[in-house]
């Protein structure tokens, strides 16, 4: 059996699957503040009946992360740049920096040694620091300073913990890998607490399986890989319910998903089965980071959006104000449409009624506006998608085949999830002449994503003949290339090599593996090829440990 | 930094080069590529990145005449560089950005009006292209191009060397030294355009010191009394200290500086061959300079191996300023006593050598001097691989701004020409009615 618990802004869901079904379901309203005692009350819930040895694997999707920032309960880093030539980042990091000497260029070549009486001096400076992160440029290309460095502070402060940007990320992108390693350190304690917390709340109730996190990426890593890398564990909300889409329904035509929740409903676009990834990675209050996370656009619009009339046009959110006149609310919503226009049945319906009463124009049923308000919400909805649509086809590609080749994505399918996604998904879904789904269980699509998303990890290989090295940046590691004639090939297979290694280490099964980026370029020195420069970056491919095909209704919505 | 940011089109062109080994081939932005995004350029909020558009053969037809055709002689990767320079310019016309960077290749400026095939390892001119299409959608008249490739620009001096609404400044090593071996002071352009081409011939080993004395004493000068509506800089990166196929002085700093300077409304990238040592630093350079950003720290890993420029190379880029001063306090008068010399027509004959395809190229133009408007122009062109496959062109040339008797006078020559059917092709560039004509 798998538990999956997913911490939302409103509830608090967990589920528990077996055999491809969820046998339970649970809703609690989320206890801001409480975030352990939340979780906790959803867990026992969710056990109610159910034998602690018999749960194979428990994955949380949290907010700890996003409430250590909100809350700035964020430790003070002491944040170590090795910035070499180029733009200056000062006043655009999250945190006042120290910039040490030193610096490797973008072949990973050492052009300026870094300076131990340098580092000395910044640890001085960061006296009150008990968490350092370190970042050089092109340290994914050679990570030797950045250990260095850490070396260095380790001998000198001695703090609890140092992130390095080579670590986080392996991938080419300085100033997000800086903000990355930050918020990485930032969190670390914060992170370690609730970690602590969890693995003793789970012993308290005999839980013994591994506990795993999910990630933006929409993986999960487990719990001592999460203590290591907690800034992955930011903004999991969005991709557990991307993942429990992908448990309940497995059609690989490209789709648009719609998770229409209370007041926001989260786009994704979805090819092969699997949804796209945002380009470079996810913004950090406001500053842009390494972590990888799906593409998803907000829209405010969702079941509590307001509903009103501003000079005799209607008006449909982003703005919330209260819950649904049906739920003893006083203000109408789309919820309130949606139930009198036969689409939704909870709450009071007569309170529906009046609250399409009040919006109604002076020669209008209830029923009418009803569908003129689903019809202008779906049609805030369909707006949102067809930006992401322009900004898809609007991506720049650096190949001429690419540009000669570029189409707009043409969706095939609509799949609605969240509370308010039966009445509006399959309007959006009329605009695009496609057919529309609403899987079984979509109001714990979240719960679901996480009890059964598969773990997942990267590497990024990179290779330079000429010099004949290889680096792989997430494992601090450079080494002398020993085959004669390394190709793109070759590249790969050792990716996956240490691939495998990394997720051994990590306690992760190695499932299927997908090349993120494969890259060769002849290097021509004079008129010969001199060598070869390849890059090869790989991952356990985000998926589901089991797909969805029913539900047993047991449990409780609260 | 400004309220809008910098368009940026990066368009390395990673599938497409002359051949394995050439200059122009898929590594040559790698290196540029790695800087870029490793600095986190395209995350900046004063930074916005554009994907190419592809130019429509209209935009090329425009400005080339191509022998046999242009679908013979251009790719793909030739619509989409001249096309990224498109969309980087619209993104600054509808006011999107402030300036914009087409960062891409294949480069342009060595392709000329008549095309017969590849040469300086340019086929299509991206900034003529960028500059017509500008013309011809937006309405754009005054334009004003700063070449600072270290190669003569010779396409873009021989497409507007009868445009006296461009003006055409270039620097480069002195032609003596190097290819293309022209961009001498005496090529000023037509009659009609006289002063509107500038040539800057610099001697080998100039740095910093001399580039940025002649931008401030006679570029930027020019600029103001010229007053275009757009500053083009053909953005060439081969004056770098470290370029394997020329020998001036310039550093990353040195050309960070003169982009903040110039502030061109459009930078295209044209040449540039120190992929490793000079581009990534250059062009972080350049785009932090573009975007009003801070660019002081940027420098390359060996500045201390660019050479000092000597002292008989500053006193020889005095001289050559203060010569240039005077021509061009002199322009109106010297273009009225052109005109004057010149009587009805102005003529020249010339040999021009495409290195990258093997072919010899004997052109004969012939420039209308017409007191109501800019003049129309035929060329008369034969071209063979070494005297084999020959093949040979007239066309006529019909300016923006015609009057009804050069235009009329323009189809009768090439008609006349057809009839009497001496060459293979024949080609009529209405700008006026925005239409090659094949006849």
Known sequence: ?558 | MSAKPLGLVFFPAFDWAISPSHPEREERLLYTRDQIVEEGLLDMPGIREYKPSMADYKDIERVHIGVPNLRSLITDAHLVSAGGAITAAESVIRGETARAFALVRPPGHHAMRVVHGTRGFCTVNMEAAMIEHLRQQYGIKKVAIVDTDVHHGDGSQDIFYNDPDTLFISFHQDGRTLYPGTGFTDELGTPNALCSTVNLPLPPGTGDEGLHYILDQLILPMLDDFKPELVINSAGQDNHYTDPLANMAITAQGYARLADKLKADIAVLEGGYSIEDALPYVNVGIILAMAGLDYSKVSEPDITRCPRQSVATTAYIKRLVQERQEMWRNREQLRRQAIARAGDFWQRKRGIYYDDSGISEQQLESVRICPHCHGYVTLATESGDYGINAKSAFAAIIPRNACSHCRQEARDRVLRAKKQGRFDYYFIQDKPADHLEEL
């Open chain 1, 1 to 558: 059996m798998l538990l999956g618990i997913d911490v939302g802004g409103t509830f608090t869901d967990a589920v528990v699957v077996a055999a491809g079904k969820v046998i339970v379901q649970v809703k609690t309203p989320t206890t801001h503040g409480q975030l352990l005692a939340g979780i906790l009350t959803a867990l026992d819930k969710a056990m109610i009946g159910i034998d602690s040895g018999e749960i194979e694997r428990v994955a949380l999707s949290t907010t700890i992360v996003t409430n250590t920032l909100v809350e700035g309960k964020t430790d003070p880093v002491g944040l170590c740049l090795l910035p070499g030539p180029g733009m200056d980042l000062s006043g655009m990091i999250p945190a006042k920096s120290y910039r040490l000497a030193g610096s490797i260029d973008h072949r990973g070549r050492e052009v300026v040694e870094p300076d131990r009486l340098a580092v000395h001096d910044a640890c001085r400076d960061f006296t009150d620091c008990d968490v350092f992160a370190v970042s050089g440029k092109f340290s994914v290309r050679n990570p030797k300073q950045e250990l260095q460095v850490a070396r260095w502070i380790r001998e000198t402060a001695d703090p609890n913990y140092i992130s390095l940007g080579s670590a986080v990320s392996g991938t080419l992108n300085f100033w997000r890998r800086t903000n990355s390693a930050y918020y990485n350190a930032a969190v670390w304690r914060q992170f370690g607490v609730f970690a602590a917390d969890i693995e003793t709340a789970l012993a308290q109730r005999d839980v013994t399986a591994p506990v795993y996190v999910l990630k933006a990426d929409g993986g999960t890593m487990p719990l001592a890989a999460a203590k290591e890398q907690p800034v992955e564990a930011i903004f999991t909300g969005p991709a557990a319910s991307v993942l429990g889409i992908m448990a309940m329904h497995d059609n690989h035509l490209p789709a648009i998903s719609l998770d229409i929740g209370g007041t926001t409903t989260d786009i994704a676009l979805w090819q092969e089965g699997v949804p796209l990834f945002a380009a470079r990675g996810a913004n950090i209050s406001g500053y842009p980071t390494a972590v990888r996370a799906f593409w998803l656009k907000s829209v405010g619009l969702g079941g509590d959006s307001f509903v009103r009339r501003e000079n005799g046009k209607l008006k449909i959110g982003p703005m919330r104000r209260g819950p649904a006149m049906a739920m003893g609310g006083d203000q109408p919503t789309v919820s309130d449409a949606m139930i009198v226009a036969g689409k939704a049945s909870f709450g009071d319906e007569t309170r529906a009624y009046e609250a399409m009463t009040q919006v109604a124009a002076s020669d209008q049923t209830p029923q009418e506006t009803a569908r003129m308000v689903m019809e202008a919400a779906a049609e805030i909805i369909w707006q949102s998608v067809e930006a992401m649509l322009d900004e898809q086809v609007a991506a720049p590609v650096y190949r001429v085949e690419d540009v000669v080749h570029s189409n707009r994505f043409l969706p095939r399918w609509v799949i609605g999830v969240g509370g308010a996604a039966g009445g509006l998904a399959p309007l959006v879904a009329k605009k695009y002449q496609v057919p529309c789904v609403v899987p079984e269980g979509a109001m714990v699509a979240n719960a679901v994503g996480a009890a059964v998303a598969r773990p997942t990890i990267d590497i990024t290989l990179r290779a330079d003949t000429a010099q004949g090295y290889f680096t792989i940046a997430e494992l601090g590691l450079r080494q002398r290339l020993t085959k004669q004639h390394f190709g793109l090939a070759d590249a790969g297979e050792l990716a996956s090599q240490y691939l495998s290694e990394r997720a051994k280490q990590a306690a992760m099964s190695v499932s299927e593996v997908e090349t993120l980026q494969a890259e060769e370029f002849n290097l021509v020195r004079g008129f010969s090829t001199a060598g070869k420069i390849i890059t090869c970056r790989r991952q356990i491919k985000p998926g589901v440990l089991m797909n969805i095909s029913g539900f047993s209704q047991k449990g409780a919505v609260l």
